[in-house]
């Protein structure tokens, strides 16, 4: 084994496990305050690519200062996403309220062939080659034993500003406080006079943008993009969200990185075809010791 | 008539829930003899593959409904039942040579595994609850998938031979591969018949029926109901949602024999989450608990894709659409209102709790 090669899987591993936390954090927001599983995070992610996408190759003639496109492009996607996110939950989840959680999960599992197949209708099946929104650059270290990109950086750093942001959010701002009060006890919220429809939709809008952002990662790294492209690192982010600890903004965090680093040690070290089982095999071991995920907090029945 | 009146209202849910099923078969079986052109060749390849889910629909409903815990890999016991099934089918070939008694033999074959697996699942799965205990389930599905993906395996004169990940299998003259790992069972033998699904889907429903409305059932749905309020009365909550879980694992088990020995060639990614999601969405929309439900609602949505083909590829969004509107007039409190006083007026009398359901 070797150290370089080490350090390489360890990178690419957190940048991996990067983009899983940030679209982990929709999905642990959402469980948060709705308490409901959103099946369709995972669209809402290959919809924002897409939208990147095609932004990006309408301005590729365009004479514009470099970087321009994809910063263009990202904050469109972030935009569509946000009112996408917004519109499902006002169409689909709100009329849902009081229902019971499993008749939620099979509306957000029809939303989610919903956006695929409209996806599919609108922008066919063959795949669409994504550039890299910030190219091919490298960093070299150690007389080039030890080559990372430029993507990876930018993941990373996206990973931690959008993570800062949100602590800051959800601690500092009165908006904040009200998602955690509907987090906490959403009768009790309502009595204080939070608007709980307006927080659970802002929850909608932040989740949707952040996979929006996660899209455009996600493809830079792995350009193939086809109507189904969200649903595999969706699932993987569910699954992070869950080690954390659902409803865990630092669990979500946590639990990505986690899973990315694990997934990329077990396809160089163990088999590329058990990638996924030892993903899976590893949360069942640590839901076993710790049932409530590694960041979450077990709740106690009371009799 | 007024001996119906008179019966538990479990009894007439499950007798309504059997005359269904035999009428469904007699009326099709009737029009493929009697009928020029059969019933048409959409539906009948579609007849097996209905039966399977049915089956896989109504053991789910065990778990989901009566026994309360939401289970997102399910297809991970089909595909363990469908590749256990098909190569013992394989391997029967030449010792057993009627068919039907080699699909029977397959299918609890199939039924076994997927029931050892079930157990061995359910010792860590049964230990959380909630959210958590889907999650687990998913990650076991997807872990089947992988596993079942990279076995090969092979029968000769000299036994049966095994290896992983990469196929090593040296096979004497005369041998037969069975199982070729991400390309699947290829040989797979087309033995299932409409008839033996008939025959799955009704022994399915008889199991699950005296299950339910046994003492074991009753155990169950109290667990289900109130996990401390059963403990605190002497019912060893792990031992009765074991009980559901593993029943349930061996009748997916045999559903996927069924569905394995109707296809000349199938692949482990053939059962993927996708394929779980289904099968919930069939219990789901039949309504948790309600076996004729999940019939009905399996059926239908099997035959729902193929009879949009005329939409071609809008087919899927309007399956989509469909879903969403189902769920929504079935579960939001003002249209269900709105629905339950249509019912009412209709029908001159008072609708019936859940009648929006209908």
């Known amino acids: 084994m070797n150290v370089m090669n080490f350090l390489n899987y360890l990178i690419s591993g957190i940048s991996l496990g ?41 301005l590729s003639s365009a004479a514009l200062p470099p970087f321009a496109a994809p910063i263009l492009g990202t904050l469109v996607a972030m935009v569509v996403c946000t009112v996408l996110g917004v519109v ?20 957000a599992i029809g939303v989610s062939y919903f956006l695929q197949n409209a996806a599919q209708l609108l922008w066919t099946s063959s795949p669409k080659y994504f550039t890299s929104v910030v190219g091919n650059a490298q960093l070299t270290l150690f007389d080039g034993r030890l080559t990372i990109s430029a993507v990876t950086l930018l993941t990373i750093a996206v990973c931690i500003i959008i993570m800062l942001a949100l602590t800051t959010f959800t601690n500092k701002t009165k908006m904040g406080k009200a998602m955690r009060a509907c987090s906490e006890d959403k009768g009790a919220a309502q009595l204080m006079g939070i608007d709980v429809n307006r927080t659970i939709s802002v929850t909608f809008a932040i989740g949707s943008a952040l996979a929006a952002v996660a899209g455009v990662l996600f493809m830079s790294a792995y350009p193939s993009l086809t109507p189904t492209t969200g649903s595999m690192p969706g699932i993987k982010a569910f699954t992070a969200a869950v080690f954390g600890g659902i409803g865990s903004i630092p669990g979500a965090l946590l639990g990505g990185l986690l899973l990315g680093i694990i997934e990329t040690f077990a396809r160089a070290y163990i088999s590329t075809e058990l990638s996924t089982a030892i993903v899976f095999a590893v949360l069942i071991v640590v839901l076993l010791v710790k049932p409530a995920g590694l960041l979450g907090k077990t709740v106690r029945e009371k009799v | 008539m007024k001996r119906i009146r008179q019966m538990k209202r479990s009894t007439r849910n499950s007798w309504f829930t059997y005359t269904l099923v035999v009428a469904a078969f007699a009326v099709v079986q009737l029009l493929r003899t009697f009928q020029d052109g059969g019933i048409g060749a959409m539906l009948e390849g579609q007849l097996i593959p209905i039966c399977a889910y049915v089956t896989m629909a109504v053991s789910l409903n065990l778990v989901v409904g009566i026994s309360g815990e939401l289970s997102l890999g399910h297809a991970g016991f089909m595909s363990l039942g469908a590749f256990a099934g098909s190569a013992m089918a394989i391997a029967l070939q030449d010792t057993v040579a009627l068919s039907p008694l080699r699909l029977a033999l397959a299918m609890v074959f199939g039924a076994i595994v997927a029931a050892v697996l079930g157990f061995l699942i359910g010792i860590p799965v049964l230990r959380l609850n909630g959210d958590y205990l889907a999650i687990v389930t998913l990650a076991f599905g997807e872990i089947i998938k992988s596993i079942v993906t990279n076995v090969y395996l092979g029968v000769d004169a000299n036994g049966l031979h095994f290896s992983f990940l990469s196929n090593s299998n040296e096979l004497a003259d005369g041998g037969a591969e069975l199982i070729r790992g991400p390309m699947g069972v290829m040989n797979s033998q087309r033995i299932s018949t409409f008839t033996a699904g008939f025959i799955l889907v009704m022994i399915a429903l008889i199991v699950v029926f005296n299950l339910v409305n046994s003492r074991s059932g009753r155990a169950i749905m109290a667990a ?19 009980m559901a879980f593993v029943v349930s694992a061996a009748l997916a088990g045999a559903a996927g024999t069924l569905y394995g020995c109707s296809q000349t060639t199938f692949a482990a990614t053939k059962f993927d989450f996708n394929t779980s999601i289904l099968i919930l969405v069939f219990v789901v929309l039949g309504g948790l608990g309600n076996m004729w439900g999940s019939v009905i609602a399996a059926t239908a949505l099997t035959i729902l894709p193929e009879a949009l083909r005329q939409f071609s590829n809008y087919r899927m969004l309007v399956y989509a659409i469909v879903l969403i509107l189902v769920m929504l007039a079935t579960n939001n409190p003002t249209l269900k209102q709105f629905f339950s006083d249509l019912f009412a007026r209709l029908g001159g009398k008072r609708a019936e709790k859940g009648g929006a359901a209908e």
């Open chain 1, 18 to 58: 990067s983009i899983y936390a940030i679209i982990a954090l929709g999905y642990t927001m959402v469980y948060g305050i709705a308490k409901m599983l959103n099946f369709a995070h995972g669209d809402v992610i290959m919809v924002g690519a897409y939208i990147c996408f095609f932004v990006m190759s309408g």
């Open chain 1, 88 to 107: 499902i939950e006002r169409l689909a989840y709100k009329p849902l309220r009081q229902a019971p959680s499993l008749a939620v999960l099979i509306t």
């Open chain 2, 224 to 242: 289900r109901d109130n996990r401390i309020a059963a403990e605190s009365v002497g019912i060893s909550v792990t031992k009765y949602k074991m």
